[in-house]
């Protein structure tokens, strides 16, 4: 049989007791005969606890002064989920073995904490396999050309189960995690939420970089590119769970568009001025690429307006390490920065979105009718998102989630 990729997260293998669930899960998918990698995360709040270890020897900002060594330590969390998996299968009598990033062949490229897998060398993975052996691999991690550990960011254990899958030709890869699948809004803010059994590749992608926390857009759009089917399914639970694939939908031009409705807290809006009619915007956004961090939502004052001003949404995490450089740039022209971090985001996830202005009207409507305040529009033909105050993105979310008939829809494309 093919090569199966599973990926397990650090909720699902916190403690003992998760620990030998997991293990019996993955010993009874190889003694059916799949030849099975597994890639895990740090267990717990393990990268949280080294996080603070960090600050606490090497003092406040380390992480930032000493990225390589930081890099050393977060990956020891890693290492230890994979050899524990491990050695629980060997007590259920099947063989397995424990590779870190770099002995799995992962090659990264980038700077440290914010990696890029960049190739992987399958050979001593396929070594392992043909050995019958199930592979646990570290995921969150590689190695650079001058022979460092780099760890991947965001979304890198995901991001490494599902490159581990399109580099062996897997096909499919199965991404664990505390919830049993994808659902039309996040269930633990929408009791209506509904799973949805099936999600477009596309799709996925704009829900994941919208704040749908089931599955990281890194990982997401990896998928898409390589054509790797995604099943999505709970570490707790035994059910069916979410497909994530290229599939047909089963909708034609007359069926419903919107698939979910995603929220993300994780958001601050900057606005940058200065007087007179210059134009920093290429020193602005060479600003935010040389920090590799990206943007969403953008507005520019118009050319013949006496005051340059630009606003711009990023990552709330995000904002400490641009706003000093920002505020040099645009010191000497008058200028200055301003943050506003009391904002979410709310998005509008489907298809032909373009297609259908009316859904924006409806939005705007629903919420002004109960005096929620939306601002920076902005539209694509999978996604409509507005930024609302911060504390009324759940009521937002619940009020969309109804009003665009989600809980009991048939849309689950």
Known sequence: MGILVQKYGGSSLAGAERLRRISERVATTRRAGR????????????????????????????????????????ATGEYASAALLALALERLGVPAVSLTGPQAGIRAVGRHGE????????????????EE??????????????????TLGRGGSDTTAVALAAALD????????????????????????????????????????SGAKVLHSRSAELAAAKGVELHVRSSLVEREGTVVGQGD???????????????DTDVARVLVHCKGKGDPVSTILGILAGNAVPVDLVARSGPQEEEFRMGFTIRHSDVERIREPLERAVAPLGGGVRVDTDVAKVSLIGMGL????EYLARLTMVLSGVGIATSW????????SVIVPRHDHVETLKLLHTEFGLAEAATDG
């Open 115 to 130: 990696g890029m897998i960049d190739t992987i060398d399958t050979g001593r993975l396929r070594g392992c396999l043909d």
């Open 35 to 74: 030849r099975t990698v597994v890639v895990v995360s740090a267990r717990g709040d393990t990268t949280d606890d080294l996080l603070a270890l960090v600050d606490e020897v090497g003092g406040r900002d380390a992480a930032r002064r000493a990225p390589r060594e930081t890099d050393q330590l977060l």
């Open 133 to 150: 052996r199930v592979v646990v691999v570290g995921g969150f991690q590689g190695i650079n050309d001058v022979g460092d550990v780099v």
């Open 354 to 357: 373009l297609n259908r202005p």
């Open 170 to 209: 897997a096909g499919s890869c199965e991404i664990y995690t505390d919830v049993d699948g994808v659902y039309t809004a996040d269930p633990r803010l929408v009791e209506s939420a509904r799973r949805l059994p099936y999600v477009a590749s596309d799709v996925m992608v704009e829900m994941a970089f």
């Open 249 to 263: 939908t089963g909708l034609l031009e007359t069926g419903g568009a919107i698939s979910a409705i995603t929220s």
């Open 377 to 384: 529009v902005s539209s694509s033909q999978l996604r409509v």
